[in-house]
């Protein structure tokens, strides 16, 4: 899910994106250890996750791959907080004879939802700059 909000800064139009992900879960969400819980989540869903995180990196033309569980910062209840992943961007194009390889990191915040045994993952705003007007 793609949330847009608008933002004009100096007479100038941005674009502010963040990306959301949730995941529904085939079986109770039973959280006795929040890290564990979210790290099995991270794991399991590993493929999402790095579909996921590649919509902050596609004007660039790289993808998302071997996204791994860092670290995770409770709030209040056991319910949000935020977690640090790390994960590999790669950059290819195979006209241009580009294949290039870095590890990056990213914080998220989390929201488990126990009615519907789904949890929303929630990237960081990055601010886009929004067409000119002629």
């Known amino acids: 899910m793609n949330e847009e909000k608008f933002?004009?800064?100096?007479?100038?139009?941005?674009?502010?994106?963040?990306?959301?992900?949730?995941?529904?879960?085939?079986?109770?969400?039973?959280?006795?250890?929040?890290?564990?819980?979210?790290?099995?989540?991270?794991?399991?869903?590993?493929?999402?996750?790095?579909?996921?995180?590649?919509?902050?990196?596609?004007?660039?033309?790289?993808?998302?791959?071997?996204?791994?569980?860092?670290?995770?910062?409770?709030?209040?209840?056991?319910?949000?907080?935020?977690?640090m992943v790390s994960f590999d961007l790669i950059h290819f194009n195979a006209c241009l004879n580009i294949h290039e390889q870095g590890k990056e990191k990213m914080e998220l915040t989390y929201h488990i939802f126990f009615e519907s045994n789904s949890i929303e993952f929630k990237g960081p705003f990055w601010p886009e700059r929004g067409m000119d007007e002629i």
């Open 7 to 83: 933002l004009i800064q100096s007479n100038e139009l941005y674009l502010n994106m963040q990306e959301s992900w949730t995941f529904t879960l085939n079986e109770d969400i039973k959280v006795e250890n929040s890290e564990i819980f979210i790290q099995n989540v991270i794991s399991r869903e590993n493929k999402d996750f790095g579909i996921f995180l590649s919509y902050y990196f596609r004007k660039d033309g790289a993808v998302v791959e071997n996204v791994s569980f860092n670290s995770i910062e409770l709030g209040n209840d056991k319910t949000k907080g935020k977690v």
